[in-house]
């Protein structure tokens, strides 16, 4: 045997073992479970290359039996979209092989066919190889071959064993989604089920939205679903799957509240994994917002549409176009990690999306209905008027007219009431004259001081320096003065003259200079703060408050008080309270110009006693005194000041009610939300 022939055999069962090996590829990824996708790319790029073929196609069959490309290896060699004709020829020639019954002639010689007008042909220049997929079901599609005419019969044959034996193996790979797709639609209608009966429980809106949020999640298998309901003209979220509450002024939320309104407003569904080029402006410039903010990775938002008239219940002679009603919210589904969205999610969005907006708008729909809990109870009040309830329904009845008639007609003591507490009727602030540092303190809380005592000493360096100085100006003036009256004695006359000018100068300073050491030693003796009047010292902790700190003037110091002249009240009626009391005090003045109110009060410290006071002073100004509403200060004297428990301190915490002649009971108990409804409410319709 020549070398020759032994290379040719060894070459040949190379090839042999190389296409064995591409077989069992075959063979592996028809039993594994990819995707349709994966699988034609990885299913004819490895047929293509056992075969040692130009290129090849897999035509696959829609919903609507069309054939349709779904992966081609150099199918361009094959020149056919250069040529209408050729085109229309081909693709007779697939649908004629698709639609054969039993075995099909697989080999297609080229510039073959086409004698008459819809019958296929092979218009080419290479041998095509057909092979059809089918299931027990249906033609899944045809697998085509475009290999060199020049062998001999024999090897085309082979090549068509080949083509036979791997299109079975592609019918095994749809077999086995066949059977995977049944397995999951008997579980989506399982889901299902359950999804339509749990969203249809109820009608109320609130249930209704959480309950579509966290079943559609658990249905589409995402990882989070949010419903967006309108309110007027912007879009809010109202559920959010897995929350038992939504944060309203979480930035999160705000921001895909104004993506759902973006998509509301556009009415058209939008889907995002990565790229919003094709989006609207104003609804790619929300998406990218929130996207920035929550990082997810794919995002679809379903407007939520009512149901509108089918085509067949159109009149055209009522009107001239079908009315679309606007969105009455949106169904936003998000995955937070993954951006690859299977087409059985899609298709699961589209039936939750469905169902929701049906769910949803009915819930709308009731709650929207004039008065319905009204019309419900009336609904549900059968029971209340049955013979064995009419005598208690009676008596509630009979209850609520007498507690309504009560609030009308019964007078009330109507007291408006605030806080205080009891301060000296004699008291007075130290103010600091002059700015300064507490060099010495000789008082502290509780000291007991005589008008004219010092109770502090502050020290200014700048005041003493001016002292200082204005003391040697005067001294030095002063010599002058002596100086100049001396040489007036011995000078010549016209030398005389010029000495008294500057002698007389000098004495002007002089009076000057006296003056502000006057004023300097008046500012000296400022910083001694004394007592204005006899008294006790009521402020606490004056050490840490004053030693060694700077102060200025005009700055409150401490306070002094005499509470053996007796303690008076010192109320801080509410802003809004205050109507009431100048209108019944206007009242009573009417009648008698020195007219008083009365006020009664009760101690923090012992509320069981109450004690009576009149009002004496009312201040003409609201102040903010560091609460959460501004009030007026308004002062009350003890009517008996000896009732008060001994060891009363000033400052006392009081509770009191200033006495505003007598209003209907409700009013008295109601006042309140009636101010309420005169500002917030009718103020609107006036």
């Given at each position: 045997?020549?070398?020759?022939?032994?290379?040719?055999?060894?070459?040949?069962?190379?090839?042999?073992?190389?296409?064995?090996?591409?077989?069992?590829?075959?063979?592996?990824?028809?039993?594994?479970?990819?995707?349709?996708?994966?699988?034609?790319?990885?299913?004819?790029?490895?047929?293509?290359?056992?075969?040692?073929?130009?290129?090849?196609?897999?035509?696959?069959?829609?919903?609507?039996?069309?054939?349709?490309?779904?992966?081609?290896?150099?199918?361009?060699?094959?020149?056919?979209?250069?040529?209408?004709?050729?085109?229309?020829?081909?693709?007779?020639?697939?649908?004629?092989?698709l639609r054969s019954q039993g075995e099909v002639e697989g080999l297609i010689p080229p510039h073959s066919g086409g004698e008459s007008p819809n019958e296929g042909g092979n218009p080419t220049d290479f041998l095509l190889i057909l092979g059809v997929i089918q299931t027990e079901l249906e033609k899944v599609g045809i697998l085509e071959i475009f290999q060199r005419p020049d062998v001999n019969p024999a090897t085309q044959q082979g090549f068509l064993s080949f083509v036979r034996q791997v299109t079975r193996y592609a019918t095994e790979y749809y077999k086995n989604r066949q059977l995977k797709n049944f397995s999951d639609r008997q579980n989506?209608?399982?889901?299902?089920?359950?999804?339509?009966?749990?969203?249809?429980?109820?009608?109320?809106?609130?249930?209704?939205?959480?309950?579509?949020?966290?079943?559609?999640?658990?249905?589409?298998?995402?990882?989070?679903?949010?419903?967006?309901?309108?309110?007027?003209?912007?879009?809010?979220?109202?559920?959010?799957?897995?929350?038992?509450?939504?944060?309203?002024?979480?930035?999160?939320?705000k921001l895909l509240g104004d993506l759902a309104t973006a998509v509301v407003k556009v009415n058209e569904p939008i889907f995002y994994n990565g790229d919003s080029s094709h989006l609207a402006p104003q609804v790619e410039s929300k998406l990218e917002e929130y996207v920035d903010v929550s990082h997810t990775k794919t995002i679809a938002v379903y407007p939520l549409v009512a149901h509108t008239l089918d085509e067949k219940d159109y009149d055209e002679t009522e009107h001239d176009k079908l009315v679309i009603p606007p969105p009455f919210g949106a169904l936003v589904v998000e995955q937070i990690e993954d951006a690859r969205v299977s087409d059985a999610m899609k298709k699961r969005i589209e039936i939750v999306v469905e169902h929701a907006r049906t769910a949803i708008g009915n819930a709308i729909d009731h709650n929207s209905i004039f008065l319905a809990p009204l019309w419900q109870a009336i609904g549900k009040s059968k029971l209340l008027v049955a013979a064995r309830t009419l005598p208690k329904t009676l008596a509630v009845v009979l209850g609520v007219a007498a507690l309504v008639l009560a609030m009308i007609f019964v007078p009330w003591n109507f007291n408006m009431h605030c806080d205080g507490s009891l301060q000296p009727i004699v008291r007075r602030?130290?103010?600091?004259?002059?700015?300064?540092?507490?060099?010495?303190?000789?008082?502290?809380?509780?000291?007991?001081?005589?008008?004219?005592?010092?109770?502090?000493?502050?020290?200014?360096?700048?005041?003493?320096?001016?002292?200082?100085?204005?003391?040697?100006?005067?001294?030095e003036c002063s010599k002058q003065i002596l100086a100049l009256k001396?040489?007036?004695?011995?000078?010549?006359?016209?030398?005389?003259?010029?000495?008294?000018?500057?002698?007389?100068?000098?004495?002007?300073?002089?009076?000057?200079?006296?003056?502000?050491?006057?004023?300097?030693?008046?500012?000296?003796?400022?910083?001694?703060?004394?007592?204005?009047?006899?008294?006790?010292?009521?402020?606490?902790?004056?050490?840490?408050?004053?030693?060694?700190?700077?102060?200025?003037?005009?700055?409150?110091?401490?306070?002094?008080?005499?509470?053996?002249?007796?303690?008076?009240?010192?109320?801080?009626?509410?802003?809004?309270?205050?109507?009431?009391?100048?209108?019944?005090?206007?009242?009573?003045r009417a009648e008698d110009p020195d007219a008083k109110l009365k006020a009664r009060f009760v101690m923090t410290v012992d509320p069981s006693k109450n004690y009576d006071a009149t009002v004496v002073e009312e201040h003409d100004r609201a102040e903010n005194r560091g609460t959460e509403e501004t009030t007026v200060m308004i002062r009350a004297?003890?009517?008996?000041?000896?009732?008060?428990?001994?060891?009363?301190?000033?400052?006392?915490?009081?509770?009191?009610?200033?006495?505003?002649?007598?209003?209907?009971?409700?009013?008295?108990?109601?006042?309140?939300?009636?101010?309420?409804?005169?500002?917030?409410?009718?103020?609107?319709?006036?």
């Open positions: 045997m020549s070398s020759e022939q032994r290379y040719d055999k060894t070459m040949l069962e190379q090839t042999k073992q190389q296409i064995r090996v591409i077989m069992g590829e075959i063979a592996q990824i028809s039993r594994s479970d990819i995707a349709p996708d994966e699988f034609h790319q990885e299913y004819l790029n490895r047929v293509v290359r056992a075969l040692g073929a130009i290129g090849g196609a897999l035509w696959m069959t829609d919903e609507t039996g069309r054939l349709t490309l779904g992966y081609q290896v150099n199918l361009r060699e094959a020149k056919l979209h250069d040529d209408e004709e050729a085109n229309r020829l081909h693709s007779f020639l697939l649908y004629k092989a989506l209608w399982t889901q299902l089920e359950d999804f339509t009966r749990n969203i249809h429980k109820t009608l109320n809106l609130k249930e209704t939205v959480y309950t579509v949020a966290n079943e559609s999640r658990r249905l589409v298998e995402c990882d989070r679903v949010s419903v967006a309901i309108c309110h007027g003209r912007k879009a809010k979220i109202e559920a959010v799957s897995g929350q038992d509450m939504v944060d309203k002024r979480s930035e999160t939320i602030n130290i103010y600091a004259r002059e700015s300064g540092k507490v060099d010495e303190l000789y008082v502290r809380h509780g000291s007991t001081v005589h008008e004219g005592d010092v109770l502090l000493v502050l020290s200014n360096n700048e005041l003493e320096a001016e002292w200082q100085k204005n003391e040697g100006e005067i001294n001396e040489a007036s004695y011995e000078a010549k006359d016209s030398e005389r003259i010029r000495i008294t000018g500057q002698l007389e100068q000098y004495v002007e300073r002089e009076k000057s200079l006296n003056l502000q050491r006057k004023i300097l030693n008046d500012r000296r003796e400022d910083l001694k703060v004394r007592a204005p009047v006899d008294g006790v010292v009521m402020t606490f902790d004056l050490e840490n408050k004053l030693r060694s700190r700077p102060v200025q003037p005009g700055q409150i110091l401490m306070e002094i008080a005499r509470p053996e002249d007796g303690l008076l009240l010192e109320l801080q009626m509410p802003e809004k309270r205050m109507g009431y009391v100048d209108d019944y005090r206007d009242l009573i004297l003890i009517d008996d000041p000896e009732s008060l428990p001994d060891g009363t301190r000033a400052g006392a915490g009081v509770s009191a009610k200033v006495y505003c002649g007598k209003r209907p009971l409700g009013f008295v108990c109601f006042n309140e939300l009636v101010a309420f409804l005169q500002k917030t409410v009718f103020f609107w319709f006036e």
